[in-house]
């Protein structure tokens, strides 16, 4: 049996910013196979202080975007494709998080598997387990401990108002996601995520 140890992240006040180029109107990126795909690449641009309000962050716009004939804004896609002046520019932002345990300090978008981390832009849909939601990046993608899973047999409480489909015992990162409170009978607190199938036990992740 596969066990991946997790690693709590804590967020910091500062946010790294990328200059982005998009599009899906010149067709898909053949490097990306898939319904979706579109030509995309970003490159760094510094970093920046943020201020915070009750639900996440906001910037506040200490770096702003270059001149369209900057020459650190991406001029092509890794494909080769060519982005055109009509085609998206966009100054992108993402917080920066520090692990608990080394003090490495990484984004969301770079944490590997085993990641953990509080998501209190989640607080309105889900009610937490205790201060905020809890999110851990498993090998199948990013899952949300205090959502409703897919086949809750409690359908109507989707806001986990009086049930939670995972109920978790341990504080971050040594958490186990199980049916030990009020739950529903839905599974065994088996994680589904993608094509990842596992449980969350004190703190590992644990392939089912």
């Excluded at 991946?4 to 910091?12: E, G, K, N, S």
């Excluded at 196979?33 to 906001?58: A, L, N, W």
């Excluded at 009610?127 to 993608?141: E, I, R, S």
Aim: proline letters at 8%.
């Amino acid at each position: 049996m596969t066990r991946l140890r997790c690693f709590f992240l804590q967020p910091t006040e500062r946010v790294r910013v990328k200059l982005r180029r998009y599009t899906s109107k010149a067709g898909p990126c053949p490097l990306v196979p898939g319904k979706y795909s579109y030509h995309d690449v970003s490159t760094p641009f510094g970093e920046e202080d943020v201020i915070r309000d009750s639900h996440g962050y906001i910037s506040n716009g200490l770096l702003s975007a270059p001149p369209h004939d900057d020459p650190r804004w991406p001029t092509q896609c890794a494909c080769g494709y060519e982005f055109r002046e009509d085609d998206n520019w966009q100054r992108d932002t993402h917080l920066i998080y520090r692990r608990a345990d080394t003090g490495e300090e990484m984004t969301l978008y770079d944490a590997p598997t085993g990641a953990m981390w509080y998501a209190p832009w989640l607080d309105d849909f889900y009610t937490p387990q205790d201060a905020h939601n809890l999110m851990v990046k498993t090998p199948g993608g990013d899952w949300c401990v205090d959502s409703q899973s897919s086949n809750c047999t409690i359908p109507e409480d989707h806001h986990q108002d009086k049930h939670h489909c995972w109920v978790r015992t341990g504080a971050p990162p040594d958490v186990t996601a199980g049916k030990d409170g009020p739950t529903c009978s839905a599974g065994a607190g088996s994680i589904q995520a993608g094509s990842y199938h596992g449980f969350l036990r004190n703190g590992y992740l644990e392939e089912a």
